[in-house]
């Protein structure tokens, strides 16, 4: 296939898409190219749709998850966009093919005394590790940042003054999210800890290694997950869990819909949508308990 590179670059340079979206991207169309070739295809021009529908058959056959196969179809409709885009195509063979249903999984979150009992309760340590452990898990709830978001964050990121923490999220596009006042006080202590810790760093990342260098992805996940091991036994205890938790929470207090939408950096409602059917098993619940009649 002859144009994957120019459509990566196009992603990076002008979508401003991230490297994990351009990894994904990349290994999607790669695959999909091998298969064309062993069918005989090496030019994109040349795909009719039957071909990509023999894919998906192929790719189900191989056990390949339905969301799994959506995002790999998702991808070849946008290099297909692109395609026609360019002038290259005049219709996209990617249209129209029937994708395997996919289930409705519902998010999972950490419920609200479990969380309370984890910052209120739980024995974190004194020393740098323990602080730090403690504000990770604070800023993920109080504000429902993303991973790459925490990581990101620096000095400069904070506002204490109007309480606002600015996160770059996906396709760098950045909003200033809120925090609560145990939230500032958990970031400002970490901050006053970090310092004399380490008096001479000069980077410029907000959260350090114990060695005093910018946390990564496998080592916030391991605070994550062994913390809330100490106060739940769900399967799924990864940032992005308290992601959901945030959300859940917010919308069963009564928040607006909209609003959470733009504190968690949607770009559309569709993918806020989710955390209502929590929402609406919980008043089913309630319902069912409290009418006479149910």
């Known amino acids: 296939m002859l144009y994957i590179d120019p459509f990566l670059k196009y992603l990076k340079f002008e979508k401003r898409s991230s490297n994990h979206t351009l990894v994904a991207y990349e290994?999607?169309?790669?695959?999909?190219?091998?298969?064309?070739?062993?069918?005989?295809?090496?030019?994109?021009?040349?795909?009719?749709?039957?071909?990509?529908?023999?894919?998906?058959?192929?790719?189900?056959?191989?056990?390949?998850?339905?969301?799994?196969?959506?995002?790999?179809?998702a991808s070849l409709r946008a290099y297909y966009k692109y395609l026609l885009r360019e002038r290259v195509m005049e219709t996209s063979p990617a249209e129209g093919v029937v994708l395997p249903k996919l289930a409705k999984n519902l998010p999972d979150f950490v419920k609200e005394k479990e969380m309370d009992l984890l910052l209120d309760q739980f024995p974190f340590e004194s020393d740098f590790s323990g602080v730090r452990d403690k504000t990770i898990i604070d800023l993920f709830y109080g504000t429902g940042i993303r991973l790459s978001e925490l990581i990101a964050l620096r000095d400069d990121s904070f506002d204490f003054s109007s309480g606002l923490v600015k996160v770059l999220g996906k396709r760098n596009k950045e909003r200033l999210v809120p925090m609560n006042q145990s939230t500032i006080h958990?970031?400002?202590?970490?901050?006053?800890?970090?310092?004399?810790?380490?008096?001479?760093?000069?980077?410029?990342?907000?959260?350090?290694?114990?060695?005093?260098?910018?946390?990564?992805?496998?080592?916030?996940?391991?605070?994550?997950?062994?913390?809330?091991?100490?106060?739940?036994?769900?399967?799924?205890?990864?940032?992005?869990?308290?992601?959901?938790?945030?959300?859940?929470?917010?919308?069963?207090?009564?928040?607006?819909?909209?609003?959470?939408?733009e504190l968690l950096g949607h770009a559309n409602l569709n993918a806020t949508q989710i955390y209502t059917h929590n929402t609406f098993e919980k008043l089913s619940s309630i319902y069912n308990q409290a009418h006479p009649r149910a």
């Open 27 to 73: 290994a999607d169309l790669k695959q999909f190219a091998s298969y064309m070739e062993e069918m005989g295809v090496a030019d994109e021009r040349e795909v009719k749709t039957r071909f990509i529908r023999n894919w998906v058959v192929a790719l189900h056959y191989n056990d390949l998850k339905p969301r799994s196969i959506h995002r790999k179809i």
């Open 186 to 261: 958990n970031v400002l202590n970490y901050r006053e800890v970090r310092n004399s810790s380490f008096p001479n760093r000069n980077r410029t990342a907000f959260f350090l290694t114990d060695k005093g260098d910018p946390v990564y992805h496998k080592l916030v996940y391991r605070i994550v997950n062994k913390h809330l091991r100490a106060v739940t036994t769900m399967a799924k205890k990864s940032p992005h869990v308290l992601r959901h938790t945030f959300a859940t929470i917010l919308l069963n207090r009564g928040a607006d819909i909209n609003a959470i939408k």
